[in-house]
């Protein structure tokens, strides 16, 4: 008889901070969640953790069973009907009979009565079979719990930030899982967490610790000390219980030191990240002085564009996507022959499919939103211009992220504003959309190669895309509720203690 392998993906990382709600709806970026055979037609053949899960059963023969895939942007707790939908169709599969279960899970979701989704998720299916493997797969921002851990037989999680080897963590997830199935290896999990929460704009191995800690992640592993070993710096605009830095490192129980090899990785990892917590804080810039530093930067026209990172107001970690703070600084300096996206204004969007392809439109653009949490209201900007293009928002994903994965923006426009200093196209989206991918602009027929500026409303995953076509950076402070100065939140069930919010 075949195997039966259950594979699942729920996704949502929870900013506990944003105003924008999650329904289920919001699952499926903009579609709702998929199920059965729908869930694995949506990612198979995908960059995702699911798709090498699915790609492993295939080569096993095994039978395999899709029971949902929902995964949404980041944004407020969930309610718990919603939760309810997700988990029930995992639970009933897991029920029927299964050799193995293989999850492509976030790390950060939190439910409206319960701060560690992940961990329920587990608990509920242990109940169900106790004795079942289980592998999971994190994002690089996870609020691990000690529940979650223990709970688990294998945990991986991304090493890159951009997420460009989610795929790769994924499979070694599942690789290790099946050699455990087939008697090859006995994984046993040691971790740790520290009293740390790292802003995430210094998450990339490239901008601080993470670098040397994963660099003696991928060392273990190459040298084959131990079976895996990954760093979760965290997601620091969730406040729960469990939200800290923290590493995990799986070793092989069948060799005689597979244990205490874990442990010291594990350690040294963590090391790192308490001797070099300092640079995990992030010191707030002037706007105005960001700005006119890219202005500066692209007068002579550089050989690619320049980009203005507005990181306070990505909606890949829960921003509204309509504070104009930045926008409004670029038309003010006028920054000219520059392309923004995207602008989260649906209002917007059908005033200019009213006016129509080629003419005039006068919008109060964004601003829409209020962000109580921090104490910041909605203030739209008053924008004339033309509208350039309209699209229905339906896209793919060209690479290194989510390569081949659809995605949608809802009905989308393009302004164009011209004024006595610059030109600037907006992409204004019905529906939220971290820009990660030149197809942000080259479905509605931007070339953002040829631009001397990009504005972008992100703040890593852009360089996923945009790195390599960029002359210059520069990170935008603005506002909003991904703001990286973590002062401005007021955080209640974070333990505290926690760096760098106390001394």
């Not at 991304?158 to 994924?170: F, Q």
């Not at 050989?303 to 970690?317: K, Y």
């Not at 989206?429 to 040829?450: A, K, M, Y």
Request: proline residues 7%.
């Amino acid at each position: 008889m075949p195997q039966r392998f259950v594979i699942a993906l729920i996704k949502h990382e929870t900013n506990t901070f944003s105003p924008i709600e999650t329904p289920l709806e919001r699952f499926g970026h903009g579609r709702g969640p998929a199920f059965g055979r729908d869930a694995r037609d949506a990612y198979a053949g995908s960059a995702t953790p699911m798709a090498a899960y699915i790609d492993i059963a295939v080569r096993e023969g095994a039978e395999i069973v899709t029971p949902v895939a929902a995964e949404a942007w980041p944004s407020a707790a969930c309610s718990r009907a919603t939760f309810e939908t997700l988990v029930r169709p995992l639970e009933a599969a897991v029920r029927d009979g299964c050799d193995a279960v293989f999850l492509d899970l976030h790390g950060a979701m939190v439910v409206t009565d319960n701060d560690d989704a992940e961990g329920e998720i587990l608990a509920r299916l242990r109940a169900i079979a106790p004795a079942v493997p289980i592998a999971v797969t994190f994002d690089y921002h996870t609020n691990l719990s000690p529940a979650t851990v223990g709970l688990a037989n294998v945990i991986t999680g991304y090493k890159t930030y951009p997420h460009v080897d989610m795929y790769e963590a994924g499979r070694q997830a599942g690789e290790i899982l099946l050699a455990s199935v087939q008697g090859r290896v006995k994984p046993v999990m040691k971790w740790g967490s520290l009293a740390l929460v790292p802003s995430i704009m210094r998450h990339a191995p490239e901008d601080g610790p993470s670098g040397e800690i994963l660099a003696i992640a991928r060392a273990a592993e190459r040298r084959g000390d131990v079976l895996a070993a990954t760093l979760l710096p965290a997601f620091a605009h969730a406040d729960t219980r469990f939200t800290a830095l923290s590493a995990v490192v799986v070793g092989d129980a069948m060799r005689r030191d597979g244990a205490a090899r874990a442990q010291a990785v594990c350690d040294a990892m963590l090391q790192v990240a308490r001797t070099r917590r300092g640079e995990y804080a992030y010191t707030p810039t002037n706007l105005a002085q960001d700005v006119a530093r890219a202005h500066a930067l692209g007068r002579d026209g550089p050989d690619g564009p320049v980009l203005l990172i507005d990181h306070c107001d990505n909606c890949g970690s829960g921003g509204t996507q309509d504070v104009m703070a930045v926008v409004e600084e670029i038309l003010k300096q006028g920054l000219d022959d520059i392309a923004i996206a995207p602008i989260r204004d649906p209002q917007a969007v059908r005033m200019m499919i009213a006016a129509g392809t080629g003419n005039n439109v006068t919008l109060s653009l964004g601003g829409k939103t209020d962000m109580p949490s921090i104490g910041l209201a909605g203030r739209p900007l008053t924008v004339s211009g033309k509208v350039r293009t309209i699209t229905d928002g339906e896209i793919v994903f060209r690479g290194p992220m989510y390569t081949g994965l659809k995605s949608h923006l809802g009905p989308t426009a393009v302004l164009e504003v011209t004024g006595a200093r610059g030109t600037a196209q907006i992409v204004v989206t019905s529906l939220h959309h971290e820009p990660f991918d030149l197809v942000i602009f080259r479905h509605c027929g931007i070339e953002p190669t040829r631009k001397r500026f990009l504005m972008l409303k992100s703040r890593i995953h852009y360089r996923a895309g945009f790195k390599p076509i960029a002359s210059h950076i520069v990170e935008c402070h603005g506002a909003g509720v991904t703001n990286a100065d973590l002062s401005v939140y007021r955080y209640r069930r974070l333990p505290r203690p926690s760096f760098p919010l106390d001394p």
